[in-house]
């Protein structure tokens, strides 16, 4: 009977060993396609990222497009902007100018009546010179009064001899 018994456990044992097999085939199978589905999955997940990430870029390129167009369209605005208050102001700067030119200066009008005068100067300071009239004529003394350079050579006038010839300059 224990050989009966030892042939059973013997049975027993070949039985085990042989669903222990079975069961290590079936989980190294099953770990062949675990390993399969996840290298499947990987690659499902890399395309899938990728495709994403490739949409995105896409996305996000048109908006930084758009943003540098907006950009563009303000630049150009701002330097229109600044052209006009550039001409403004100088339009203003020149008008003011030819305004404080016209408050300033004399007129045509004045200027040839100012002109005339001069010219009737000018002539009267010359027939003054023709007749002797370059005398020496300075302030004097603390009083500051008027005098004159005198010739001390020449003899004197009057009946006193109290007036001497002017010296010319």
Request: glycine letters at 6%.
């Given at each position: ?61 048109l908006e930084t497009e758009q943003a540098a167009d907006a950009l563009r369209r303000l630049r150009r605005i701002a ?91």
């Amino acid at each position: 009977m224990t050989e009966l018994h030892d042939d059973d456990q013997t049975l027993r044992m070949g039985l085990l060993m042989e669903a222990a097999q079975a069961q290590q085939r079936l989980a190294q199978s099953s770990l062949e396609r675990l390993d399969a589905n996840a290298r499947e999955l990987d690659a499902t997940v890399r395309d899938e990222v990728r495709r994403t990430l490739t949409e995105t870029v896409a996305g996000l390129t048109l908006e930084t497009e758009q943003a540098a167009d907006a950009l563009r369209r303000l630049r150009r605005i701002a330097d229109l902007r600044v052209l006009a208050w550039t001409v403004t102001v100088t339009l203003i700067s020149v008008a003011v100018a030819i305004g404080a030119m016209r408050w300033a200066l004399p007129s045509p009008g004045q200027i040839e009546s100012l002109r005339a005068r001069r010219a009737a100067l000018l002539a009267e300071i010359e027939r003054l010179r023709e007749h002797g009239a370059q005398i020496d004529l300075r302030r004097c003394g603390v009083r500051r009064r008027l005098c004159v350079r005198v010739d001390r050579r020449g003899p004197g006038y009057g009946a006193h001899g109290e007036y001497l010839p002017v010296e010319g300059k």
